[in-house]
Nanobody, 122 residues
């Protein structure tokens, strides 16, 4: 199983960026793909997820209304559209796949991508 996260970079406050998570080698009937982030000196934070079975999504309060998760089943790719970015959104962003009972908790995900850095700064 491989997850390839991409799309990070330097963006100005108020700007937007779209992250991609390409998943390969994973075959399951029902699972969730989550996005997590970790800022320097801080704990990992679950920020969004999408369930494969019904497309249900969820967001952390810190990003609700600004970030949108979506999927392209044909491309086995999940996206995270990040708008109205703030300096506090600066972090390494990871995608993960698994069968979590609490989808915003990272300890129930089995496979992780390598992370992509998003820096929000003027």
């Amino acid at each position: 199983v491989q997850l390839q996260a991409s799309g990070g970079g330097l963006v100005q406050p108020g700007g937007s960026v779209r992250l991609s998570c390409a998943v390969s080698g994973f075959h399951s009937m029902s699972y969730a793909i989550g996005w997590f982030r970790q800022a320097p000196g801080k704990k990992r934070e679950g920020i969004s997820y999408i369930k494969s079975s019904d497309g249900v999504t969820g967001y952390a309060n810190s990003v609700k209304g600004r970030f949108t998760i979506s999927r392209d089943n044909a491309e086995n790719t999940v996206y995270l559209q990040m708008n109205s970015l703030k300096p506090e959104d600066t972090a390494v962003y990871y995608c993960a796949v698994g069968w979590p009972t609490v989808p915003l908790l990272g300890n129930e995900y089995d496979y992780w991508g390598q992370g992509t850095l998003v820096t929000v700064s003027s």
